[in-house]
């Protein structure tokens, strides 16, 4: 089943998700739900006679079409042992929605470490459902986990001027009406840059994309200039958990998209890496822009912080790094309690 998303790693490599497979030893369904919300899920891949990566499925002896899915990638080895096509990628669970729900009528069921120690199966339309957002999700509560002190959770502040960037938190931009939005649009519109009607329909759309996506944290606009020399540039944070070194199958799994990837040292104890990529613009001119991705490792490296910057304006990529790099390099990592209020 073809999915053109797919991002191959090495086989040879050690990743796991110890919350997916703790919640697979429960039997829990709603424990197992919610590590596939929060966590990652390694994923077997097959290529295409014409070398395309695609998700690989399964006919067991008693018919049928599984989805195996795996808690690490030992227990894949284990599943493929003898098996010579053993490339995976490595998945927020979240992510496979889109992929279950374009193949429920051809999949029987989704498999979870099919080869154990812990098997569990479950009907595609449940595990649909399982990967809804829950109102009781709780991102803080799950990167904190039980490694943490009394309460406290990490958490990476980014560098901006009060003046010089718009902030908004992801729900305050969902309403269908929302007024922070329109404050987004006011603000591109007032600068007039080149082709500000699209530009400003591709502020608000993007940004309510990036706010619906379940690990946003904020969504910020900056628009510096007038007319003719107006960039615009959004940028959004979100945490993604889970043991990850940048170097790791899992760390480049996570951050590649397109290439140009380079190291960035944002103080943690890990560097963290930076990609440089088109983005795709429906509705500007040329219907691309460019996305600059930084992803820097909780300095306990369980887990990422995903800092990212688009524009419309792929042509102006030096000046949105210009805008983007400091805010980064400039930014600080501080402790926060549950509630989201700075400890030091």
Not at 271 to 300: K, Q
Request: net charge negative; hydrophobic share 45%.
């Amino acid at each position: 089943m073809t999915d053109p998303e797919s991002i191959p790693v090495t086989p040879a490599s050690a990743v796991t998700s110890a919350r997916l497979a703790a919640a697979l030893a429960s039997g829990d369904a709603d424990e197992i739900g919610r590590a596939l919300r929060h966590d990652i899920v390694v994923v077997p891949l097959l290529r295409g006679a014409d070398g395309t990566a695609q998700i690989r499925v399964f006919q067991p002896e008693g018919g049928g079409t599984d989805l195996a899915l795996f808690s690490s990638s030992t227990a894949l080895a284990q599943f493929l042992a003898g098996d010579g096509q053993r490339e995976f990628d490595v998945r927020r669970g979240v992510e496979l929605a889109p992929f279950l729900a374009q193949h429920q009528a051809t999949l029987t069921r989704v498999v979870f470490d099919p080869a154990g120690p812990h098997p569990v199966a479950a009907p595609v339309d449940a595990v649909i459902d399982a990967l809804r957002p829950r109102a009781d999700d709780d991102d803080l509560a799950w990167i904190a986990g039980a490694d943490r002190g009394a309460g406290e959770v990490v958490d990476f502040r980014l560098a901006m001027s009060l003046g010089a960037w718009e902030r908004a938190v992801p729900a305050d931009l969902l309403p269908a009406r929302s007024r922070a939005a329109a404050q987004f649009v006011k603000r591109v519109r007032k600068a007039a840059p080149p082709a500000r009607d699209l530009v400003a329909a591709w502020v608000s759309d993007t940004a309510r994309e990036w706010a619906a996506l379940p690990a946003a944290r904020e969504v910020d606009l900056h628009v510096s200039g007038r007319g003719g020399d107006a960039l615009v540039v959004l940028a959004s944070r979100s945490w993604h958990v889970g043991r990850i070194d940048p170097d790791s199958a899992a760390g480049r799994a996570l951050a590649a998209h397109g290439e140009g990837f380079a190291r960035f040292d944002a103080g943690g104890a890990m560097p963290g890496v930076r990609g440089i990529h088109p983005l795709p613009a429906p509705g500007v001119p040329g219907g691309r822009g460019v996305m600059v991705d930084y992803w820097l490792p909780f300095p306990d490296a369980k887990g990422v912080c995903r800092v990212r910057f688009g524009s419309p304006q792929p042509e102006r990529v030096a000046d949105v790094l210009a805008v983007c790099e400091p805010v980064v390099a400039n930014g600080a990592w501080a402790e926060l309690r549950r509630d989201g209020a700075g400890v030091g």
